[in-house]
């Protein structure tokens, strides 16, 4: 999890659990990430449905 941390979005995890300002910047970028696989999930579906 360390090593997935750091590769994503530049921080440890004693360094997201440590400062508020980077937790909410990680969990900004990961609803980011979340909403785009959304949009993918649908266009996907509409494609097939068509």
Known sequence: MEKAMHQTHGIGYEEY???L???LKVEREREQDHQ???AILNEHQRL???
């Open 48 to 50: 097939m449905h068509t």
């Open 17 to 19: 659990n440590q400062d």
């Open 36 to 38: 785009k696989s959304i």
């Open 21 to 23: 300002e980077k937790r």
